[in-house]
Nanobody, 115 residues
Framework: QVQLVESGGGLVQPGGSLRPSCVGSGTTSSLNAMAWYRQAPGKERELVARITQGGITTYVASVKGRFTISRDYAKNTVYLQMNSLKPEDTAVYYC?????????WGQGTQVTVSS
């Protein structure tokens, strides 16, 4: 059984930074390619960044150049460094495998960008 727990969100002004993290526990050997997703109010969940087991990263166009996904295998943790935040980045952020597994969805962490 795998559990993913996100934390590190918060309220930040436009232009600010946050670094949410996602800690995996349980049978983490299944956590290969990982991704961060977000869901804004009234919108569908979207994948914003992903990282392969070998460390190759890709991003959705709206966050490219501002967000950086990384992972620490020793800590079973995936991070999302978010810089130059915009109000449109406001959402609940989740992590999951790149092909998301329903039972892996956690509570997410709220990110609010507002002045």
């Amino acid at each position: 059984q795998v559990q993913l727990v996100e934390s590190g969100g918060g309220l930040v002004q436009p232009g600010g930074s946050l670094r949410p993290s996602c800690v995996g526990s349980g049978t983490t050997s299944s956590l290969n390619a990982m991704a961060w997703y977000r869901q804004a109010p009234g919108k569908e969940r979207e994948l914003v960044a992903r990282i392969t087991q070998g460390g190759i990263t890709t991003y959705v166009a709206s966050v490219k150049g501002r967000f950086t996904i990384s992972r620490d295998y020793a800590k079973n943790t995936v991070y999302l460094q978010m810089n130059s935040l915009k109000p449109e980045d406001t959402a609940v952020y989740y992590c999951n495998t790149v092909v998301p597994i329903n039972r892996y969805w956690g509570q997410g962490t709220q990110v609010t960008v507002s002045s």
